[in-house]
């Protein structure tokens, strides 16, 4: 799944945990100019996993689709290029 398609996350709000339907994503930290390296996370058959440079807990949630975050505005869309 990692490449084009793979979902993004932020942390802008300063969340304890960030609940996601998906297990292989990328946590960007917050939004640009203020993200950090966007590093592509696998939560294997686990449920969790945790971003080793902001440390925010993303857990997985079987009732969310891939483009779905709690909090909302956890799920990053990127700005189209003019």
Do not use: Q, W
Not at 8 to 31: L, P, Q, S, Y
């Amino acid at each position: 799944m990692h490449g084009e398609g793979t979902p993004k996350f932020t942390n802008d709000a300063g969340a304890v945990e960030i609940r996601i339907g998906v297990k292989e994503f990328e946590c960007i930290g917050a939004n640009p100019p203020f993200d950090h390296p966007h590093i592509f996370l696998d939560m294997g058959r686990g449920v969790e996993s945790i971003c080793p440079y902001c440390s925010t807990l993303y857990k997985f949630d079987a009732t969310l689709k891939a483009s779905e975050a709690v909090p909302a505005s956890a799920f990053y869309h990127a700005k189209a290029h003019a």
